[in-house]
């Protein structure tokens, strides 16, 4: 496999592979921090275990099924024609049809879609439903524009990629930029060019075959995930000091969901900069923020002169004293000095709401320093699984209830987590999350493949 031989060490073993997957993928930095954040666990457990070697599973699944890439032509509200690049980067499709958002952004790019859509490959077998990978895009930014500007270019966007969608082929969903109002615009769009009524997308609205706690799903099952953990190690969250960043719906319900166990979250942020507010976020706070953000699409700054705290502008929370850490933000927001100002002010535990948002170095310090820390693919994992649970639904031509739908992603949550426990346990009193989650995810992936054959 890729010259790696028995006799090497893992630091052989893992360099050996990134030099080759490098020069195959040259310049793709985010691809190649999502593959070596795999590889570091994966590569020395396939010397173990020939089967998956001698059908080369884990190179293979370095190079996506497919990757589309389009133009988006699109007018603007002065008449001007406007062009942006799309992609559809359809990963693995073995254990399911692809799934994973779309996101508009201006930092789209070919690399940071392969990461997510890795990762999504990972993070989908993790949840035990039966989905594959994907992940797509646009480097548009919805910022500042109106909403007739959105909907041409969801129109256009949906115009190409509908060829290549389907409920049993591949199933988009919202990330950034792309929330309730633009999945709306999409959906509408795929039903006008399919003439079909299929569950196509999920974070569709509740009045045409959404579910309930989509949106609150990826924060909830984040704080979940953390309680878990701590849980197993005797621990509670109640009465737990939170630092969040970001302030988008992970965010915002990761916040609800500590207020609603017994935790204080002291922290929001958004691109300008972040709150603290000492006395804690409680719900009255909380509601008020949701206005600012999904209403008034306002900044965290305001936040901060509603209620007397202080802003930090321009910088991050990691310096905030706290037993717990929630990223929710975006990837790579912590790195190595981030962690040790964590670590440094008494953090126990570290859960990823956002994708891949520390740094390797980051991720290097909290598992010497053996805290709790729960990896991107099985912490913020809720959200796709009630993706998967609302493509059920369509398929059924029914809808669950709030509760039960709460109900089934705790128990999506407590399986994740139970599969990271049985993979990861390195000793009686340290469980590296990291690994368990990344060898409970390939191994179905990879029973998947060995059994289809090459192909």
């Known amino acids: 496999m890729i010259g790696i031989t028995s006799k090497m060490s893992q630091s052989e073993i893992?360099?050996?592979?990134?030099?080759?997957?490098?020069?195959?993928?040259?310049?793709?930095?985010?691809?190649?921090?999502?593959?070596?954040?795999?590889?570091?666990?994966?590569?020395?457990?396939?010397?173990?275990?020939?089967?998956?070697?001698?059908?080369?599973?884990?190179?293979?699944?370095?190079?996506?099924?497919?990757?589309?890439?389009?133009?988006?032509?699109?007018?603007?509200?002065?008449?001007?024609?406007?062009?942006?690049?799309?992609?559809?980067?359809?990963?693995?499709?073995?254990?399911?049809?692809?799934?994973?958002?779309?996101?508009?952004?201006?930092?789209?790019?070919?690399?940071?879609?392969?990461?997510?859509?890795?990762?999504?490959?990972?993070?989908?077998?993790?949840?035990?439903?039966?989905?594959g990978g994907g992940k797509g895009g646009a480097d548009f930014d919805p910022k500042g524009k109106s909403d007739g500007e959105i909907m041409r270019f969801c129109q256009s966007f949906m115009t190409e990629l509908y060829r290549h969608i389907g409920p049993y082929t591949d199933v988009p969903a919202g990330d950034i930029g792309v929330g309730a109002r633009e999945v709306s615009y999409l959906f509408g769009q795929y039903k006008r060019l399919a003439n079909q009524f299929t569950g196509v997308l999920t974070g569709k609205g509740l009045a045409f075959g959404g579910s309930e706690i989509r949106v609150e799903a990826t924060g909830y099952g984040t704080v979940y995930m953390m309680e878990d953990m701590l849980k197993h190690r005797g621990d509670t969250i109640e009465g737990k000091t939170a630092v969040v960043s970001g302030s988008g719906n992970v965010a915002l319900y990761a916040v609800e969901k500590l207020i609603e166990l017994g935790a204080k979250p002291v922290t929001l942020s958004d691109s300008s900069g972040f709150v603290l507010d000492p006395a804690g976020i409680d719900s009255e706070k909380l509601a008020w923020v949701k206005e600012l953000k999904e209403e008034r699409r306002g900044r965290i700054s305001e936040y901060a002169q509603e209620f007397k705290v202080e802003f930090h502008p321009g910088k991050r929370p990691?310096?905030?004293?706290?037993?717990?850490?929630?990223?929710?933000?975006?990837?790579?927001?912590?790195?190595?000095?981030?962690?040790?100002?964590?670590?440094?002010?008494?953090?126990?535990?570290?859960?990823?709401?956002?994708?891949?948002?520390?740094?390797?170095?980051?991720?290097?310090?909290?598992?010497?320093?053996?805290?709790?820390?729960?990896?991107?693919?099985?912490?913020?994992?809720?959200?796709?699984?009630?993706?998967?649970?609302?493509?059920?639904?369509?398929?059924?031509?029914?809808?669950?209830?709030?509760?039960?739908?709460?109900?089934?992603?705790?128990?999506?949550?407590?399986?994740?987590?139970?599969?990271?426990?049985?993979?990861?346990?390195?000793?009686?009193?340290?469980?590296?999350?990291?690994?368990?989650?990344?060898?409970?995810?390939?191994?179905?992936?990879?029973?998947?493949?060995?059994?289809?054959?090459?192909?």
Not at 107 to 121: H, R, Y
């Open 14 to 131: 893992v360099e050996t592979f990134m030099n080759w997957l490098s020069q195959r993928n040259s310049g793709e930095t985010e691809f190649h921090q999502a593959v070596y954040e795999v590889g570091i666990n994966v590569l020395p457990f396939l010397l173990e275990h020939p089967e998956y070697t001698e059908t080369n599973i884990f190179a293979r699944l370095t190079e996506p099924d497919r990757i589309i890439i389009f133009r988006v032509a699109w007018q603007d509200d002065e008449g001007n024609i406007q062009v942006n690049r799309g992609y559809r980067v359809q990963h693995c499709n073995a254990i399911g049809p692809y799934k994973g958002g779309i996101r508009f952004h201006p930092s789209v790019n070919l690399s940071i879609l392969k990461f997510l859509a890795f990762e999504q490959t990972f993070k989908n077998s993790l949840t035990g439903l039966p989905m």
């Open 318 to 455: 990691w310096g905030v004293p706290c037993q717990v850490a929630l990223p929710c933000a975006t990837q790579n927001e912590i790195g190595q000095a981030d962690a040790e100002a964590l670590l440094n002010n008494g953090c126990l535990g570290v859960a990823e709401g956002a994708n891949m948002p520390s740094e390797q170095d980051a991720i290097d310090a909290f598992q010497a320093a053996k805290i709790l820390f729960a990896p991107s693919k099985a912490a913020n994992a809720g959200g796709v699984a009630v993706s998967g649970l609302e493509m059920t639904q369509n398929s059924m031509r029914l809808s669950w209830s709030r509760d039960e739908l709460n109900r089934h992603l705790r128990e999506i949550m407590l399986d994740i987590h139970n599969r990271c426990v049985e993979h990861g346990s390195e000793s009686e009193n340290y469980v590296n999350y990291l690994k368990g989650a990344n060898i409970a995810g390939f191994i179905k992936v990879a029973d998947a493949m060995r059994a289809y054959g090459v192909m």
